[in-house]
């Protein structure tokens, strides 16, 4: 059952319900007050008969009459005349049952409740006779010498004929009202379930690859909360969508470039292996040819080697360590400046003492990596500038500064991908694969950090990086 028929069906059930026992404590109600008034007015007619009865007895005693059964039906009579309005519900019967005084045929049924009735006690039943409602008073009269029962009945129809007109107006009044509020209702129902259908429709859409879709709903209730957070976790969802196509095209970029990567170097090997098994040749191009095959060789090993780090650094943990500023640029001069001799790129240095917290292995991968770039993109006689200084409280920053070619700005969110080479045939002229920096970036997210770069065509290129203190107090390192 859908959710609007289950809002439709639940509302008009307890309408139906509630209306129903109002309608039945409102109608009982009046049904009681009224039968109760009617018992009351029965019960004092009756006492108006008895007293009126007692009464002319004794006052034929008086005049010298004698207590006979005429006697005792002449004063029945005129008590009934008198009376008027009841004088057909009136009936006396003697001692011994026996009928004295009767204005209606109700002897037989009067018999039942008399025969019951305590000496000297009164009762009342009310009963349906053919169509008519009566209540029926009986009483046990005591005389001087004799005894008597009178009864009375008074119509009563009346209030059993307005509770039946009542109840036929409920029932009218009830149908049209709940046939009017099925109609409301169902049009409410509708409205209320109309943004369950939209939520509905969108993740449908959502489902089947549109994952720009969105819902609108204007409310401010729980169902347009509702919408927001679905939306909210439809943007969370096609962005992780996007995320995922996103790696999905780096790992095929990856691996379209890692082929071409080592299609080339294979070539040349294959080549210059297959000419020197087919042929003869002399002692000057069979050593040109191994040395091609050995400098291939040794890119195709450099290139697995960066791949190798690249898995480690995703499937390993490290942890982090506290380190001196000045003793790790101490240790990273000592590796770079045979390289950077050889390039005649000069080094300068100027770091803050502090402790950092990192993995000491790789942080040193990190800035060789970066510095090593930076001596690629340098032209002879030009120097490299690190710099290292403390940011707030507990940061500490680091920065990388070349003069040399700098990389296009449209580039620069790309050069941290695998394989990618702003300057490809530089890169592979300098024995470069394109790793470095995807390397670098890699250890920099370990350490909770980020490569930013800032760069310009001709004037050079600037690389930041921070790192969290090993401690908030500034700590001298000079011995």
Do not use: W
Not at 79 to 90: F, L, P, T
Not at 382 to 400: D, V
Not at 449 to 464: A, D, M, R, Y
């Amino acid at each position: 059952m859908k959710f609007s028929a289950k809002v439709f069906m639940c509302t008009i059930i307890i309408i139906a319900v509630s209306f129903s026992i109002g309608a039945y404590l409102l109608i009982s109600g009046n049904f009681n007050s009224a039968l109760e008034r009617e018992i009351r007015r029965g019960l004092e007619e009756y006492q108006l008969l008895r007293f009126a009865y007692e009464s002319g007895v004794l006052s034929r005693e008086l005049q010298g009459d004698l207590l006979t059964e005429q006697m005792l039906k002449d004063v029945a009579r005129q008590v009934a005349s008198d009376v008027g309005s009841i004088q057909e519900m009136v009936r006396i019967y003697g001692d011994s049952l026996e009928g004295i005084y009767s204005t209606l045929d109700f002897q037989q049924r009067d018999l039942s409740l008399i025969q019951s009735l305590p000496q000297g006690s009164r009762k009342y039943i009310i009963e349906k006779i053919d169509d008519r409602v009566y209540m029926t008073v009986a009483g046990h009269i005591d005389l001087d010498i004799a005894s008597v029962f009178l009864c009375s009945s008074r119509d009563i129809s009346e209030v059993f004929g307005e509770r039946d007109r009542q109840i036929d107006s409920f029932v009218f009044l009830g149908s049209l009202i709940m046939g009017i509020s099925s109609i409301i209702m169902l049009i409410i129902s509708i409205l209320l379930t109309r943004p369950i259908k939209k939520l509905k429709a969108t993740s449908i859409e959502i489902a089947s690859g549109h994952f720009s879709r969105r819902v609108f709903i204007g409310s401010g209730d729980e169902i347009g909360e509702l919408a927001a957070s679905f939306n909210k976790m439809a943007d969370s969802i096609e962005e992780k969508v996007i995320e995922l196509e996103k790696v999905a095209r780096q790992k095929e970029e990856f691996m379209a470039s890692f082929s071409h990567e080592i299609k080339t170097p294979l070539t040349s090997i294959i080549g210059y292996a297959d000419m020197l098994r087919s042929k003869e040749l002399s002692g000057d191009i069979t050593f040109k040819a191994a040395s091609h095959i050995f400098k291939e060789g040794k890119r195709l090993e450099a290139l697995s080697s960066k791949i190798m780090e690249l898995l480690l650094l995703e499937r390993q943990a490290f942890k982090m360590e506290k380190m001196s500023t000045k003793a790790l640029m101490e240790e990273i001069e000592e590796i770079i400046n045979p390289l950077l001799y050889e390039s005649s790129i000069g080094l300068k240095v100027s770091v803050d003492k502090q402790f950092i917290l990192v993995e000491p292995d790789l942080i040193k991968t990190l800035l060789i990596n970066l510095i090593d770039n930076a001596r690629k993109a340098s032209n002879p006689g030009q120097a490299i500038e690190i710099m290292g200084q403390r940011l707030g409280q507990n940061k500490y920053l680091f920065s990388i500064k070349d003069y040399g070619k700098g990389i296009p700005e449209d580039e620069l969110d790309k050069i941290t991908q695998a394989f990618y080479m702003v300057d490809k045939s530089r890169a592979r002229i300098q024995q470069g694969a394109g790793l470095g920096l995807a390397l670098s970036s890699r250890i920099a997210e370990i350490h909770g950090t980020n490569l930013s770069f800032q760069s310009q065509i001709g004037k050079g290129t600037k690389v930041t990086l921070e790192f969290k203190l090993a401690d908030k107090a500034r700590v001298d390192m000079d011995e």
